[in-house]
C-alpha cells in the first residue's frame, strides 16, 4: 500500500510561529491546494494549548481533508538546570495529549534530546535526555501515542545545536531506550547530512525503528562541496552553501532510503518539508514522494 503523505510549511515556520504574520488557521486553507494526505503541525504554530482552541484547530485540519500525523515539539531534556528538565516534562505531557486530540490514536509526538550545552558531558547529557523520555512514555502509551526521537540539528528559537546531532550520540540515545510501541526514530535524511554523516547508513542502523520520516533535500551551491564545509565537530550546520531544494533532487539518496524503508515494512507517514522558494517547489517535491511510494510501496 502506499505511503501516506503529509506537508509541512518550512518556509512560514517563522511568519507563522515567530512572528505570528500568518495564522495556523491560514496555512491550513492555503494547504488544500497541495496533494497530500495530511499537515505536520509544529507547537510553535498555536497561540494555546486549551482544548477548545486545539479543536478548532483539529476541525480545520480535518474539513480541509487531511489528517495530523504529527506534531513537531522541541523539549530541551539536557538543560542544566533540573528544575527546567522537569518543566520541560509537564509541558510535554500536555503536547503528548495535544498530539492526541490532533491526530488520534498512532499520531507521533516528536522529542528531542536538547540543546548541547557546552558545560554537559556527554554521559550527563544521554543520562537526562533518556530519563525526561521515559518519564514520558506512560503518558503516551496512555494517549495512544508514539513519541518519535528525531536526528535534529537545532531548533530554529534554540541558542545551541541539538545535544544528539552526530549519529554516534543519537544511536547511543535510541538504543538506551527499549520500548519499540510507543517510542522509535523520526528519520530526516537531510539532517544527517547537516550532522555531517552519512543518511544511509544512519537508516540502516534504526530502520526496524522509524516511526515517521522527512523528506527535505538539500544541495550544495555550484563550486561548493562537503568538506570545505565541515566545521571543527564534523557538523556543516546551516551553511549558506548548503541550500534547501526540490526533494529528490539534492544530496540524498531517496531510492535507497525507500528501499530500506520497504524491506523493514515501513507503515509510517512520510512529511515534506518544503518550500523554502515557494509552494510550487512544495507541490513538485509532493509529486516526486507520490512517484516514490508508488515505486517502492505500491
Known amino acids: 500500500m502506499p505511503l501516506k503523505i503529509s506537508a509541512f510549511p518550512k518556509c512560514y515556520l517563522d511568519t507563522i510561529a515567530g512572528t505570528r504574520e500568518m495564522t495556523v488557521f491560514q496555512w491550513i486553507e492555503m494547504a488544500k491546494n497541495l496533494d497530500a494526505d495530511g499537515l505536520e503541525m509544529y507547537d510553535g504554530f498555536f497561540t494555546s494549548l486549551d482544548n477548545d482552541y486545539i479543536d478548532k484547530v483539529a476541525n480545520a485540519i480535518h474539513d480541509a481533508g487531511f489528517a495530523m500525523p504529527m506534531l513537531c515539539c522541541s523539549p530541551d531534556f539536557t538543560h542544566p538546570d533540573a528544575n527546567v528538565r522537569k518543566q520541560m516534562i509537564d509541558t510535554h505531557i500536555k503536547k503528548i495529549e495535544v498530539t492526541r486530540r490532533l491526530g488520534g490514536n498512532g499520531a507521533v509526538c516528536r522529542v528531542l534530546s536538547g540543546q548541547r550545552f557546552p558545560e554537559v558531558s556527554r554521559a550527563q547529557g544521554l543520562a537526562w535526555a533518556a530519563d525526561c523520555i521515559k518519564a514520558l512514555l506512560p503518558v503516551a502509551r496512555q494517549n495512544g501515542i508514539i513519541l518519535g526521537l528525531e536526528n535534529h540539528y537545532k531548533d530554529g528559537f534554540w541558542k545551541y545545536p541539538e545535544f544528539a ?18 517510542f522509535g526514530v523520526q528519520f530526516d535524511p537531510s539532517n544527517a547530512i547537516v550532522a555531517g554523516d552519512d543518511p544511509v547508513e544512519l537508516l540502516r542502523h534504526v530502520a526496524s525503528r522509524v516511526v515517521s520520516m522527512h523528506a527535505s533535500d538539500r544541495y550544495l551551491e555550484a563550486g561548493a562541496n562537503i568538506d570545505e564545509l565541515r566545521q571543527s565537530d564534523g557538523t ?45 517547489e512544495m507541490a513538485e517535491s509532493l509529486a516526486f514522494l507520490r512517484m516514490m511510494s508508488q515505486k517502492y510501496f505500491s
Open 165 to 182: 546531532q552526530k549519529m554516534d550520540v543519537f544511536l547511543d540515545l535510541v538504543n538506551s531506550i527499549e520500548d519499540r510501541e510507543n
Open 236 to 280: 556543516l550546520g546551516y551553511s549558506a552553501k548548503l541550500k534547501h531544494g526540490v526533494t529528490g533532487k539534492g544530496l540524498n539518496d531517496f531510492d535507497t532510503i525507500f528501499r530500506i524503508l520497504k524491506e523493514n515494512n515501513y507503515q509510517g507517514w512520510v512529511s515534506i518539508e518544503d518550500g523554502m522558494n515557494g509552494m510550487e
